[in-house]
C-alpha cells in the first residue's frame, strides 16, 4: 500500500476529515510531492496524525542509484515494502527529461531477447506503486538542479496493459494531478489485444506504442512468445479500431534491431507495410545486452540499411541512440541484476 492509493474519498473517511480538508491533503501529495511537513494551513496534530499513520507511507524505498551518459541518465532501483524490486530510469535531454517506469515487478511476457522476461513475474504493481516512481523522481529532480519531468513512458519493467487498471489509473493521476499533458505520456504495449480494444472503447488519451519486433508471424512468434496467441492480423485490426475511431491518435511501432533475426530486408518491407497502414512512427533500436545469450545487436551497415528501405517506401522512421547500456539501464535490460 502506497500513501498515492488513497483517493480523495478515501482520504476523508480514514481520517475523518472534512471534503474540504482531503482535498487539501490530495493536493499536498501531488503539488508539493507529499512533503506534509512544509504544510501550511493544516493543522498541526493533523499533519502529525498524517505522518504517523502506517498505511499513509511512501512504499518505495531507494535502493540504489547508478549514472551513466555522462550523468544524463539514471537508473534507480526501488525496494517496494514486501522487498520485491522495480527500477525506473530518468533520461535528461537538453530540451526535456523523461521518465521511464516499471508497472510490475518481473514480466509474464517471457520476450526472448528482454531481461526482465528472463527474471520472471513477482507482481503487479498498485497505482499508488507506479505512480510513487514519479513523485519521488520529480523530488530527486528538485533536489539535484535538474529539470521537471517533462514526459513519462510506460517502458519498464512488466507489460502495462496486463495490469490495466493500475497503469491506466496511474496515467490519469500523471494527466490529472501532475498536469503532464496526455500527449506526453505513453503507454507501450507488447500487444495484449482485448486490452487494446478496451483502450479503444475508453477513448483514452495517452499515446501508444507497440512493440512488434517481426513482421511476419513466424518471426514475431519466436521473439515475442505472446504473438501466439493475439497474431500480427489481431494485433493489426485492433490496432485500426484504435485508430479509427479517434482521428487525433497516433501510434508508434517499436522495433529492436536484432541480427540475422529481424533486420531483413524481407522484414523491413513487410514492417513498412504494416506501418504504412496504421500510419505508423517507427522507432528503431539496436538490441541491448542481456545475460541471454543467443542474440547480437544488428551491425551498423544492417540498421542504417534497414532504416532507408523504410525511408525510400515513405515511413517516418527513427534510429534511437540507447542510453543506459553500460549500467543496464537500456530498455530491456532492467532486471535485478546489480
Ligand atoms: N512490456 C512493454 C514495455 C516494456 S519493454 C512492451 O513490450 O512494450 C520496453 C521496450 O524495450 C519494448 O519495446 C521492448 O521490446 C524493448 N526491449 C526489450 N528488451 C530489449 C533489449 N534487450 N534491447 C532493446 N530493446 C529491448
Request: charged share 25%; proline share 3%; hydrophobic share 35%.
Amino acid at each position: 500500500m502506497s500513501i498515492y492509493d488513497f483517493s480523495i474519498e478515501d482520504i476523508q473517511s480514514r481520517f475523518d476529515v472534512e471534503p474540504y480538508r482531503s482535498c487539501q491533503i490530495y493536493e499536498l501529495m501531488y503539488r508539493h510531492l507529499g512533503n506534509f511537513s512544509k504544510a501550511t494551513g493544516i493543522p498541526k496534530s493533523l499533519v502529525a496524525k498524517l505522518i504517523d499513520c502506517e498505511d499513509f507511507q511512501n512504499s518505495l524505498s531507494i535502493g540504489k542509484i547508478s549514472k551513466c551518459d555522462n550523468d544524463q541518465t539514471e537508473k534507480f532501483l526501488f525496494e517496494l515494502k514486501d522487498k520485491k524490486v522495480v527500477e525506473s530510469v530518468l533520461m535528461h535531454y537538453y530540451n526535456r527529461s523523461s521518465v521511464c517506469i516499471s508497472t510490475q515487478s518481473g514480466c509474464k511476457m517471457n520476450c526472448s531477447f528482454c531481461a526482465t522476461g528472463q527474471m520472471g513475474f513477482k507482481r503487479n504493481l498498485s497505482k499508488g506503486e507506479i505512480v510513487e516512481q514519479v513523485i519521488r523522481l520529480m523530488q530527486y529532480c528538485i533536489d539535484n538542479g535538474h529539470r521537471p519531468i517533462t514526459n513519462i513512458v510506460f517502458m519498464g519493467m512488466g507489460e502495462p496493459l496486463d495490469n490495466y487498471e493500475n497503469s491506466i489509473e496511474a496515467a490519469w493521476a500523471f494527466k490529472n494531478e501532475l498536469n503532464i499533458g496526455a500527449k506526453h505520456i505513453t503507454v507501450s504495449t507488447v500487444g495484449i489485444v482485448p486490452a487494446i480494444k478496451r483502450l479503444t472503447e475508453e477513448n483514452l488519451p495517452f499515446r501508444l506504442a507497440v512493440s512488434l519486433h517481426g513482421s511476419d508471424n513466424e518471426t514475431r512468434s519466436k521473439i515475442v512468445p505472446i504473438n501466439k496467441k493475439y497474431p500480427l492480423e489481431m494485433l493489426i485490426e485492433s490496432l485500426t479500431e484504435y485508430l479509427e475511431s479517434n482521428r487525433s491518435r497516433r501510434l508508434s511501432l517499436e522495433w529492436t534491431l536484432i541480427k540475422d533475426v529481424n533486420d531483413t530486408q524481407d522484414q523491413a518491407v513487410k514492417l513498412a507495410k504494416i506501418a504504412k497502414k496504421l500510419r505508423a512512427h517507427v522507432n528503431l533500436i539496436y538490441l541491448n545486452p542481456t545475460a541471454k545469450i543467443g542474440y547480437n545487436a544488428s551491425q551498423t551497415d544492417a540498421a542504417v540499411n534497414f532504416k532507408s528501405i523504410l525511408e525510400n517506401l515513405n515511413i517516418n522512421v527513427t534510429l534511437r541512440k540507447t542510453r543506459g547500456q553500460s549500467i543496464n539501464a537500456a530498455c530491456g535490460q532492467l532486471a535485478y541484476m546489480n
